[in-house]
């Protein structure tokens, strides 16, 4: 499988991997995509040659990523669909301006941190009713379509809607986490009935497995119902009275009601400037912003001088992650339920004054076992898509769309044909904590868009899913191509680093006391692990939590450049 293929090419050594092409830069897997007029980059081939053939047909990049989405919700339900949440950055071409949309949905309002309390619970269960929050993925759906689309929603749902009717071959990674979904979500009602089949008379149910064609007329259903009625078929027609009655008989606190009161929102994307380049994140309470923070604290550093790869590049990565993820654990939340501060801590957070006091307390030689947050005083003033989009016309989307920890909460309504997320399992059970548990509030968020701008043009829309991974991606690929030179795929698929063990701004928020683990994707030498050891690093070998990466660039001799993770089934593909 693909899984086990990728962890065997990563495991040559840096310098064979090097070998391999002319450049001597880090081996991609395979050769960047270029396109004259659009490209679409997605974690499923299917769903890129979708976006391609709305795009082919008059639609615009939101268009294609909309019928996209729509298709990953049911090809890879192990990252994404209908009962998650969204989130879009779009650069529109004719105001020359970049949009951000939360599509992040809240929690019940009939249920309260002192039930959790009176239940004896002191972290919100990661599966089953008390996690689900509302989800907010059709809401962006229509709001992003109403300020970008081109074509008719019905038009974007319906490549999705003939897949599930028709059946689809499932690919090699989403049928490996499918697989491993079902033994922990089948005790959940309506799950079994809907995301597995018969185990060949074994009496077993079982997810779909490599090339094995998979229907889910239901969710076809759901989607034709929202095609026909619009927004208001999922928030508050049948679809949101099935939910009610749902919860009610399940033990379940989501209502009408909260289906119906849900708005997404538009936002203002926040930025950096990183060696000339404009990076753009969301606000909170989404992380996007701890990626800004990191790159403010390297960017004092020569990281070109040092190398890819270097001790000191990983280094220094891991002890200015540590000190974002700090403050990441103590001030991201829903900036409506932390206050009018909100907007003038996240732009102390992600000054360059700030990250010049903050990064004093990098050492070069030790690497730290504490790291506290910014104080008050000092402010003053994991499973996911990801895709990007981009259009003949220079509209670029970059989006990412969840249902959270692996399939979501395991909650599948009858005959709807999707699972509901589990993100409120990110919400604290502790009073007083900026994300705690509140009736009607939006938990923190792990999942970010990204963007970046150089001279007021666009230059880059991508984007790594993954949890904590993301903000760690979103660096890792900008150091890649802007100080260690590589191409658009190499960036992905060079060696991947993930510090583990910050302090966590979910369930009990445990503080960091011995400085984390490091994990190392095959690929960097022995030298550099050794340094790592010395500076105090605990180092670690791991197959899996590097994230999942996605990219579309803007070529400077016309078109787009695209790229694709090596390490999922994904696409990038134009025309």
Known sequence: ????????????????????????????????????????????????????DVMKNGGSAVDAAIAANAALGLMEPTGSGVGGDLFAIVWDPKTKKLYGYNGSGRSPKSLTLAEF???????????????????????AWFALHGRFGRKPIADDLAPAIRYAREGHPVHEVIAYYWGRSVPTLSKWPGFTEQFTIDGGGTGKRRGPQTGEMWRNPNLANTLEKIAKGGRDAFYKGDIARTIDAYFKANGGFLSYDDMASHQGEWVEPVSTDYRGYDVWELPPNGQGIAALQILNLLEPYDMKSYGFGSPEHVHLFAEAKKLAFADRARWYADPAFVGASAGSTVKKLISKDYAAQRGKLISMDKAAREVQPATPKELDEGDTIYMTVADSDGMMVSLIQSNYRGMGSGMAPPGLGFIFQDRGEQF????????????????????????????????LSFGVMGGAMQPQGHVQILLNLIDFGMNLQEAGDAPRIQHDGSTEPAGQATVMSDGGELDLETGYSYETVRALMRKGHSVR?????????????????????????????GQAAGY
């Open 1 to 52: 499988m693909r899984l086990l293929f990728t962890a065997v090419l990563l495991s040559l050594p840096l310098s064979a991997m090097c070998a391999d092409r002319i450049t001597g830069k880090p081996f991609a897997t395979r050769s960047e995509v270029y396109a004259p007029h659009a490209i679409a980059a997605t974690s499923h081939p299917l769903a890129t040659q979708i976006a391609l």
């Open 117 to 139: 309390q009176r239940r004896g619970l002191t972290d919100i269960p990661p599966h089953g009713p008390l996690p689900v929050t509302v989800p907010g993925a059709v809401d």
């Open 428 to 459: 604290v059970l502790k009073e007083g904590h900026p994300n705690s548990f509140e009736p009607g509030k939006r938990p923190f968020h792990t999942i970010i868009p990204a963007f970046v701008t150089k001279g007021g043009k666009p230059w």
């Open 541 to 569: 070998f791991a197959d899996g939590p590097y994230g999942g990466y996605q990219a579309i660039m803007v070529n400077p001799n016309g078109g787009y450049v695209g790229a694709s993770e090596s390490r999922k089934d």
